[in-house]
């Protein structure tokens, strides 16, 4: 049976401009639109994406005890021109660091692209999402 997780609760309070405090549990962060003193909450949202299947990748290669030292993700997110300016496309690409067979990170990046990345799952699926990566052996 699948774990219950509770729902994500937060809440943001105005300090000036168009500047949030956010805090949900202990976690605080701000939101700027301007993005100086945080994040924008486009920025925001990239990051939760890039950050989702970033630790899905992880989790997926520790469980299969491969041998790697390093992952770096790499996000260019697209918008477009007119309001809402949503992302209309994403490129995404993974620098893995380390000896993995590329299949298996092919596989791993499938996983969470097609089940378990909640954040790909809660946008848009007409989003042009590519996801590219290099597996390299050096340090």
Not at 60 to 80: E, N, V, W
Not at 93 to 111: A, F, K, M, S
């Amino acid at each position: 049976m699948a774990e219950t997780k509770p729902p994500v609760t937060l809440e943001l309070i105005w300090e000036h401009d168009l500047v949030l405090a956010g805090k949900s549990g202990e976690v605080k962060m701000t939101l700027d639109s301007a993005a100086v003193a945080g994040p924008s909450p486009m920025q925001a949202l990239a990051f939760g994406l890039a950050g989702c299947m970033a630790m899905d990748l992880l989790h997926i290669l520790k469980k299969g005890r491969h041998d790697f030292k390093g992952l770096r993700a790499d996000l260019t997110g697209s918008r477009a021109d007119a309001e809402p300016r949503r992302f209309t496309k994403v490129d995404l690409h993974y620098t893995i660091n380390g000896t993995v067979p590329d299949e298996v990170v092919q596989r791993g990046i499938d996983l969470s692209r097609d089940k378990y990345c909640s954040v790909w799952q809660s946008m848009r699926q007409d989003i042009d999402f590519s996801i590219t990566f290099k597996v390299s052996a050096g340090v």
